[in-house]
C-alpha cells in the first residue's frame, strides 16, 4: 500500500530554519518524482518543489534560493529544508507523488497527510 | 505563472449535475492534455479525481468526468450527493515545465 507521512512542522520565528520529512512506503522514491505542496490558511494549492532521477530539483520562482529539496534513498524519504522563514511560508505543507508523462510533469496521485508550519513571533 | 482561473463557489441540490470550469491559456491548459483535478475535504489531503483532462484513477466514482476545450478544462459532477460537498482544484501542467494549480472552487450541495 502506498502512503507518504509529512512530519517537521511547527511554530518558527521569522527568519528561522526548518526541515520537513516525508517518508514513503510501498513505493521507492528513487524511482518516482516527488514534489512539495503546500497551502497557505484559507487559500488554494502552491506547487513548492520537485526532485526526480538523478538527484534533479525544480523550484517554484516564490520559493528559489530559500528551499532545498532532497532525499534519502536508504531511508526512502525526502526533506524539504526551509530557510529564512517569513509570515508568507505559513502553510501546510504536502509531500506527494507525482506522476509524469514523458518529458511533462503530470498529476499528483499520492499525497501525505500534510504538516503544518507556522512562522510568527 | 498566474493561477488558473476557477470560479469561487458552485452549488447544486442533490440529483443535480453541476460544472466546474477552469480557464488557463495556451500555455497551460491549451497546450497539453495534462490537466488534473482534486477534491480537498475540511483539514483533508487533496484526493485526485481526474487526471489527463478525462481519466478516472482507481476507485473514484463515474460521477465524476472531466473534459477540456480550447483554453478552458471542466469538471462534472452528476447526481451530486451530501458527501461531494467539498472543495475542488483544477491543475497542469506548464510551458515553462512547472504545474500551476486553480484558486479552487468551493462546491455546496443544497
Known amino acids: 500500500e502506498v502512503q507518504l507521512v509529512d512530519s517537521g512542522g511547527g511554530l518558527i520565528q521569522p527568519g528561522g530554519s526548518l526541515r520537513l520529512s516525508c517518508e514513503a512506503s510501498?513505493?521507492?522514491?528513487?524511482?518516482?518524482?516527488m514534489s512539495w505542496v503546500r497551502q497557505a490558511p484559507g487559500k488554494g494549492l502552491e506547487w513548492v518543489s520537485l526532485?526526480?532521477?538523478?538527484?534533479?530539483?525544480y523550484y517554484a520562482d516564490s520559493v528559489k534560493g530559500r528551499f532545498t529539496i532532497s532525499r534519502d534513498i536508504s531511508k526512502n524519504s525526502v526533506y524539504l529544508h526551509i530557510d529564512d522563514l517569513t509570515a508568507d511560508d505559513t502553510a501546510v505543507y504536502y509531500c506527494?507523488?507525482?506522476?509524469?508523462?514523458?518529458?511533462?510533469?503530470?498529476?499528483?496521485?499520492?499525497w501525505g497527510r500534510g504538516t503544518p508550519v507556522t512562522v510568527s513571533s | 505563472q498566474s493561477a488558473l482561473t476557477q470560479p469561487a463557489s458552485v452549488s447544486g441540490s442533490p440529483g443535480q449535475s453541476i460544472t466546474i470550469f477552469c480557464t488557463g491559456t495556451s500555455s497551460d491548459v491549451g497546450g497539453y492534455n495534462y490537466v488534473s483535478w482534486y477534491q480537498q475535504h475540511p483539514d483533508k489531503a487533496p484526493k485526485l479525481m481526474i487526471y489527463?483532462?478525462?481519466n478516472r484513477p482507481s476507485g473514484v466514482s463515474n460521477r465524476f468526468s472531466g473534459s477540456k476545450s480550447g483554453n478552458t478544462a471542466s469538471l462534472t459532477i452528476s447526481g451530486l450527493q451530501a458527501e461531494d460537498e467539498a472543495d475542488y482544484y483544477c491543475s497542469s501542467f506548464t510551458s515553462t515545465s512547472t504545474v500551476v494549480f486553480g484558486g479552487g472552487t468551493k462546491v455546496t450541495v443544497l
Open positions: 489527463d483532462v478525462s
Open positions: 510501498g513505493f521507492s522514491v528513487s524511482d518516482n518524482y
Open positions: 526532485i526526480f532521477g538523478a538527484g534533479d530539483t
Open positions: 506527494a507523488r507525482q506522476q509524469s508523462s514523458g518529458w511533462a510533469l503530470n498529476y499528483f496521485d499520492f
